[in-house]
């Protein structure tokens, strides 16, 4: 079993920022990938973003650019730093590792 509590969701303006974070409960380098995705209401949930065990990263089309995901190996913690917000980008946001999710933080951008 793998424990994902996420925090730092938020209501912001468009142009605006926030910095999710998910704290895992076991050692992160032990999974190959870590993800991000989202679910914005009536909507399908899509993939957001990855951070592989090597560190590469990688990002959906509609957030290349403006979204950050890392990871502190130390805390077992992982971020995604959401720059440039739109009011699209609402949503809950979910972590997501080995097949085990958070119970999500809401995101809601104003125009």
Do not use: H
């Not at 990938?33 to 990263?57: F, H």
């Not at 097949?99 to 999500?104: A, C, E, N, V």
């Amino acid at each position: 079993q793998v424990q994902l509590v996420e925090s730092g969701g938020g209501l912001v303006q468009a142009g605006g920022s926030l910095r999710l974070s998910c704290a895992v409960s076991k050692r992160i380098l032990d999974f190959s990938g870590m993800n991000w995705y989202r679910q914005a209401p009536g909507k399908q949930r899509d993939w957001v973003a990855a951070i592989l065990r090597s560190g590469r990263t990688e990002y959906s089309d509609s957030v290349k650019g403006r979204f950050t995901i890392s990871r502190d190996n130390a805390t077992n913690t992982l971020y995604l730093q959401m720059n440039s917000l739109k009011p699209e980008d609402t949503a809950v946001y979910y972590c997501e590792v080995a097949d085990f999710w958070g119970q999500g933080t809401q995101v809601t951008v104003s125009s």
